[in-house]
């Protein structure tokens, strides 16, 4: 039992922490030991769920967990399947601003608030959404036997069908799925969306998703467990009385509000793990 809850995943044995860590940004390599310390703070606060995908931090992440979570009992980890794309290199640029500009500017929150604006109010190219593909047993079994090295475990706890838009949820696909929960190889699946979902048709047993302020709205699924994601990252897309909270009141805001559900934060300091999740009663 950790300090923030557990919630069980319908139709399984499994149940995870009710607050996880994404690992969106946990690099392996020279990046191991600031990696380690966000791992550790947030074992440390009681954090026991961890969030990844092959794609990750130019995909290290799964590497990065697999070296720090080896030894940790009671441990959960989702992992994905498509959404491979090319993952980008690590540039010399990239490192200097996840190591050097980044912690500097997490100082100076107000600052940091207008680079973010600034920035947001810039024209962007338009994205195109991309065509449906089909994900064989093949592509599926070989990511999930991939996924497994890297993360050094017998067995993926949630696996997730990546940006599931872009995937053509078939019979065939969902038959795959069930078939690595009977060797064991997986406890649950479900989908990973990228932006927030109203409703869907249901596949899998956990639905993962931005957070919205009508979730405190939405009555609590009972065959589906849902995980929301972007509680801190987005507070200038949200009403002014949550950009206005704290990051820390901003991820009890939205565990009150998820009934029966999970959030997953990422942090890029240990520190910021400690604001939002250390001594929480
Ligand atoms: N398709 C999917 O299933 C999907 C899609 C998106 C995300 N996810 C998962 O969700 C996780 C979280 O998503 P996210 O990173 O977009 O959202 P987030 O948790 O809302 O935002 C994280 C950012 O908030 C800032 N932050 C963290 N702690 C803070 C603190 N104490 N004070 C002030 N700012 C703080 C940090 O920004 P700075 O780094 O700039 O300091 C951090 O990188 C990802 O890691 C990933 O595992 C899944």
Redesign the pocket.
Known sequence: MTRFGVVRVPGTELSISRLGL????LFAGRELRSSAKIVEAALLAGVTHF??APSYACGESEVALGELLAGHAGTTITTKIGAYGAIPKKTANAVAYRTLL?PAL?AFPALKASLLRLRASMPRAQSIPKAQHILLRSQVTESVERSLQRLRRDTIDIL?V??PAEVLLSDALEQVLIDLVRQRLIKAYGL???GPVDAINPFGAVL?CAAEASDRERSPQTNTLRIV??????PMNAGRDIASLT?RARLERALLSIHNGAV?????SAA?VN??ALNRI
Do not use: C, N, P
């Not at 994404?22 to 940004?25: E, I, S």
């Not at 994601?229 to 987005?234: F, T």
């Not at 997953?264 to 890029?268: C, D, E, P, Q």
């Open positions: 994404g690992a969106a940004r969030d990844t980044r997490a997730l990546h940006e990973g969306y990228g993962q994601h972007g509680v801190l990252r987005s990051a997953i934060f990422s942090a890029s910021q604001q939002v």
